[in-house]
Structure formats: C-alpha cells, structure tokens
C-alpha cells in the first residue's frame, strides 16, 4: 500500500510502518548518544507505552539501561485497507530493534484500565521477569470505563467557573483566531474527568502488582503531569484536566504507603509541553507550543520526548546524589519551558501572535513537522511514493 497522511481536524488516520521505525530509530540513537545510565531500571512496566513520552520512557529504559521492557498500550493493527495506528508501528519497531539489540521486550495490546489486562500483564511479569524494579504510568485517554462498576466516563476540556477566551491555531491552515471555552455546567464534568485521568487507575495497577507480588525491593513508580503559563491555566491547570492532575499528584502519597514495606517509591515527573496526539487536541495549547518552539530552539534548548525521558532517568530518576523534588514533591523536567526569560519571551509573542505574522514569530513549521512525525510521514531517507507493507505481524504483542 502507498500510504500518505490523511488528516482529520487535530488526528491522523493513517500511519506510516517505515517512518514509524525511523522515528523509534532515531530515538534509540539519542539515547545511546547519551551513554549508559548509571543503575538504571533493569526490568521494567510502561503502561501507555505505544507513543509520546510513553515509547520514550521504554526507549531510555531499554536502550539507556539494558532494561527488559514489558509495554502495555491500545493500538489497532492494520487491517484490509486500513493503516494500523503509529502506536502499534511503533512498538513493532521498537520490538524488532529491541530484540536485536539482545534485550527482553513484550507487550500487551488492550484496554490498561480493565482488570483483565492487569491480571494478563501480571501473569507474564511472573512467568517471564519474576519481579519488575520500575513501573512507568503514561496513559493519556479521552475514556475510561470503571474495572469495579463498568461505568463508562469521559473526560472534558473544559475551564472551571468562567468562559475562557483567547487565541488559538487551526496548526494545519495556520489561521490564528480567538475562541471561547465555556466552563463546566457542574461538578459532574470535573468529576468524570478525575475518573479518567486523575490517579485511581495507577493506585489500581500498584495495587494489583504488589498483592501478586510481582515488585522488587526498592521499586519505583513514575506517572506524568503537565502545569504550563498562566495563560494556559483556565484550560489546563485550573480546568477540568489540571484537577485530574491534582488528583493524580495527590496519589503519590497513598502509593508511597503502599511500597514502604519493599522501600519502593513514587514520583510525579511534570513534563515539558510537547506535540503528541494527546496535547494536539487540547485548544489553545497548539499556539503555545508553537511559540515555545521558536524561543527554546532559539535559545539551544529545546528538547522532545525522548531527550525529555532521557532526562529524567538519568539525572532526575537514577541521579546518584539523589532525585531532586520541587516544594510540593514533584520531579520538574519542565524546568527549561518554564525558565523565566522563556517564559517572558512567550508571553511577548503570544500579545503579537496572528495569522499573517505566524510563521515569522512562531515554530509553525515545526510544530507541523512534528505533528507529521508522529504518524512516522517526513522523514528524510524513507520513499513515501513507494509501496510498503502495512501488515507487520510481532510475535511478542498480544
Ligand atoms: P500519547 O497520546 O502520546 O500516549 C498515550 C498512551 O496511552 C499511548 O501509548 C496509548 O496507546 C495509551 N493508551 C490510551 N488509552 C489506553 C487504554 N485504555 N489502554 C491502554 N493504553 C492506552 O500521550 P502523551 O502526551 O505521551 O501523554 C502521556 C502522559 O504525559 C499523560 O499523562 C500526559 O498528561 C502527560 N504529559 C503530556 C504532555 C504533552 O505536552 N504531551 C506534557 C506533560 C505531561
Ligand atoms: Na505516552
């Protein structure tokens, strides 16, 4: 099949195999660029481990640190006519290299919020690592149905409390308008959001794994939150989605409780703004990212997922002087975005930003660029008139 990128609003239908495997290449080489991680992760879980900051996790761990790698995600394989996801390109490429390179990698392709996954992920972790020493949480979902009750939720983006205005891009057209977000119409709305993404389904999982006893001594347990500018805050932070980080945030302490007895620990790691098919969909924050890319590549310090999760493992998770925390207990590999000349820059070129001065103050181009990538189109070396088989069948994913 010719496979070309066939868009609709901020999602890709369609995914390129070859493309995919350059980009999981191209991340493995950074990550061996970089040097062994220094007791790093040996036997590790990434839930959400298919794309964005989830592959990354699995690449640094598998390729910074000799890790066995067992990832867990909800991916589409091609079917007649029909593209499997990048995800699902994704981890058949990082299998493939995995492999090669001598290490364990196996996935579980299903449903990360049902019982029946946990309990299958277990059994191989038995049957096959004995005991995992890292668990990564990167789930990033617009549903979740509830394991105990079979309720179904889905989350919102919505602001709390007043309608929300301001600028935003259509990133493909590059058309700069203003938008209104009306807020929640009640708490139900904060609510079902908390249920999606906030922190019970990892306190689910950390419970599961350590009443099978499937976690070593000295386990950790990493999960992803996002704070952002002020001027993201009505949508993000004090919306609907940054409750749900609350409540993620807040369960670190129940799950610390949960590992004293085998000295484990959990951090919340809070990330720097990136494209991914998650944050795509959220309004306002394309233009943002937009404008941070122009500021931090201007000033040598811009970074993608994977230098991002290079980042964490090996001067935050692994330091040998210890992990550093913010005043609230978070790990901050957002550090660079939030810089205050970064930051102040920003603010600048978002009072400046239109549609007829886009490309000049912004990274448009290298938001597009990006975004592209992540379904494996533009990149150099890979014939995209060609025709290419988009059946890859794995034997380690099930
Ligand atoms: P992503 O969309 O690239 O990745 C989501 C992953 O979750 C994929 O592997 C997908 O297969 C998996 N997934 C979704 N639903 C699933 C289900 N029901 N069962 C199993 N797997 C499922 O998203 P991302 O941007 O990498 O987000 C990961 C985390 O990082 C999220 O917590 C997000 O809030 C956080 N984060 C993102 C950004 C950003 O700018 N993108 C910044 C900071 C933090
Ligand atoms: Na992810």
Not at 83 to 99: C, D, I, L, V
Not at 181 to 206: C, H, L, R, Y
Not at 273 to 283: E, R
Request: aromatic share 8%; with cysteine.
């Amino acid at each position: 099949m010719i496979i070309k990128p066939r868009t609709r609003g901020f999602i890709c239908l369609t995914a390129h195999p070859e493309g995919a495997a350059q980009n999981i290449k191209n991340q493995i080489e950074y990550v061996k660029s970089k040097g062994k991680i220094e007791n790093g992760p040996k036997k590790v879980l990434v839930i959400g481990a298919s794309t964005g900051f989830g592959i990354a996790s699995r690449i640094s761990a598998a390729f910074g640190s000799d890790a066995a790698t067992i990832g867990v995600f909800f991916e589409k394989e091609a079917s007649e006519g029909k593209t499997g996801t990048a995800g699902w390109y994704n981890s058949a490429a990082f299998e493939k290299e995995a492999h090669a390179a001598g290490l364990y990698a196996k996935s579980i392709n299903g449903d990360a919020f049902s019982d029946e996954i946990k309990k299958q992920t277990i059994e191989l972790i038995k049957q096959d690592l004995g005991q995992i020493d890292l668990v990564v949480y990167s789930l990033a979902s617009p549903r979740r149905t509830h394991p105990k009750t079979g309720v179904a939720y889905a989350s919102v983006l919505k602001p709390i409390g007043a309608p929300f205005s301001n600028k935003t891009v259509d990133f493909h057209t590059g058309v700069v308008s203003d938008i209104t977000i009306n807020p929640i119409e009640s708490q139900e709305d904060i609510d079902n959001t908390i249920a999606v993404m906030g922190g019970e389904d990892w306190k689910f999982w950390m419970e599961d794994l350590k009443a099978a006893g499937v976690l070593a001594e000295g386990v950790k347990a990493v999960a992803y939150s996002y704070i952002g500018p002020e001027l993201t805050f009505p949508i993000y932070r004090n919306g609907t989605i940054g409750q749900a980080k609350n409540d993620l945030e807040a369960t670190v302490s129940t799950i610390n409780d949960l590992l004293a007895d085998l000295n484990g620990i959990s951090y919340v790691s809070v990330n720097k703004a990136l494209v991914t098919q998650s944050s795509s969909a959220i309004p306002v924050v394309p233009l943002y990212i937009s404008l941070l890319y122009k500021v931090m590549k201007a000033k040598g310090i811009h970074e993608g997922c994977i230098e991002q999760m290079q980042r964490l493992f090996a001067d935050r998770l692994y330091n040998k002087d210890g992990v550093s925390l913010d005043e609230n207990g978070r790990i901050r590999v957002d550090d660079l975005e939030m810089r205050a000349d970064v930051q102040a820059e920003v603010a600048e070129l978002w009072e400046k930003a239109t549609t007829e001065n886009l490309e000049e103050l912004s990274d448009i181009v290298g938001y597009r660029e990006d975004f592209f990538n992540l379904f494996g189109f533009n990149f150099e070396g890979i014939d995209y008139e060609a025709d290419t088989n988009e059946m890859i069948m794995v034997e380690s994913i099930k």
